[in-house]
C-alpha cells in the first residue's frame, strides 16, 4: 500500500448504528486530518492529529470521535448520525503541521438512512 | 471577510486558452500558498506550492505570489478538457493554520 489509504470507501448506516472510518498513511508523516464534504460545498476542517495529539477541533459535534493511537491510523469513531451527515469524509496526512502539502485519502462516501 | 477566498466560477475557457485562478487571503502574516486540484468525486491532489513572492512554474502551471496585494494565482497555460477541475486554494496562516478556500470551478471547452 502507498500514500493514503481508507477504509470503507463507501458506507451506509442507519441513525442508531455505531460505525467507525479508518486511515493509514504510509508516508511517514506526523500530522492527520479528518475533512468532510458535502454535496458542492467546501472542504471543512474537523480534526487535526499532530504527533498524536490533538490540536485541532473546529466545533464538530460530539457523534464524531476521532482517534490517533500512532502517527500512521486515524479513525473516526461515528454514532448516532443525523441524514445530513451525510457526505464524503476525506483523510489527509502531511509531513509538518501547517507548512506542508497535505497528501488525500480516497474518501469514504457515507450516507445516513 | 474569510480568510481565503475565491471565486466559485464556473469559469470557462475554450481548449488551448489560458486559464488564470485567483485567491485573496486576510492575514498578512500568511506564509505558504498551495494549489489543488479536484475532480469531481475525487480527493484533492496537489498541483503547486509556493513561498516567495514571485512566478514558479511547472509545465503548464504557473503559480504567482504577490504578498503585498495578498493574492496568489494559478495560470493553466493551452488548457484542456482534462483539465476541467475544482481547484482549491490553501494558506498557511499567520496563526499557523492550514486553510482550503471555496475552490472554483474550471471548464474547459472542447
Same mark, same amino acid.
Do not use: M, W
Given at each position: 500500500e502507498?500514500?493514503?489509504?481508507?477504509? &470503507?470507501?463507501h458506507l451506509v448506516m442507519g441513525m442508531t448504528n455505531k460505525k467507525s472510518l479508518k486511515c493509514e498513511q504510509h508516508l511517514g508523516h506526523n500530522a492527520m486530518y479528518w475533512y468532510k464534504q458535502s454535496a458542492k460545498k467546501p472542504l471543512e476542517l474537523m480534526f487535526v492529529y499532530n504527533f498524536k495529539e490533538q490540536t485541532e477541533n473546529n466545533s464538530v459535534p460530539s457523534r464524531?470521535? &476521532?482517534?490517533?493511537?500512532?502517527?500512521?491510523?486515524?479513525?473516526?469513531?461515528?454514532?448516532?448520525l443525523q441524514p445530513e451527515d451525510s457526505a464524503?469524509?476525506?483523510?489527509a496526512s502531511s509531513q509538518e503541521y501547517p507548512f506542508d502539502e497535505q497528501f488525500f485519502g480516497p474518501g469514504t462516501r457515507l450516507t445516513v438512512l | 471577510?474569510?480568510?481565503?477566498?475565491?471565486?466559485?466560477?464556473?469559469?470557462?475557457v475554450p481548449e488551448g486558452a489560458i486559464?488564470?485562478?485567483?485567491c485573496t487571503y486576510s492575514d498578512q502574516g500568511s506564509q505558504s500558498f498551495f494549489w489543488y486540484r479536484q475532480y469531481s468525486g475525487k480527493s484533492p491532489e496537489l498541483i503547486m506550492f509556493?513561498?516567495?513572492?514571485? =512566478?514558479?512554474? =511547472?509545465?503548464?502551471?504557473?503559480?504567482?505570489l504577490n504578498k503585498a496585494s495578498q493574492y496568489v494565482s494559478l495560470l493553466i497555460r493551452d488548457s484542456q478538457p482534462s483539465d476541467s477541475a475544482t481547484y482549491l486554494c490553501a494558506v498557511t496562516s499567520g496563526t499557523y493554520k492550514y486553510i482550503f478556500g471555496t475552490g472554483t470551478r474550471l471548464k474547459v471547452l472542447a
Open positions: 502507498t500514500g493514503v489509504t481508507q477504509t &470503507p470507501r464524531f470521535s &476521532p482517534e490517533c493511537p500512532n502517527s500512521s491510523h486515524l479513525f473516526l469513531h461515528l454514532h448516532t464524503l469524509y476525506l483523510c | 471577510q474569510k480568510e481565503v477566498e475565491q471565486n466559485s466560477g464556473p469559469l470557462s486559464a488564470s485562478l485567483n509556493i513561498y516567495s513572492n514571485g =512566478d514558479k512554474e =511547472d509545465g503548464r502551471f504557473t503559480a504567482q
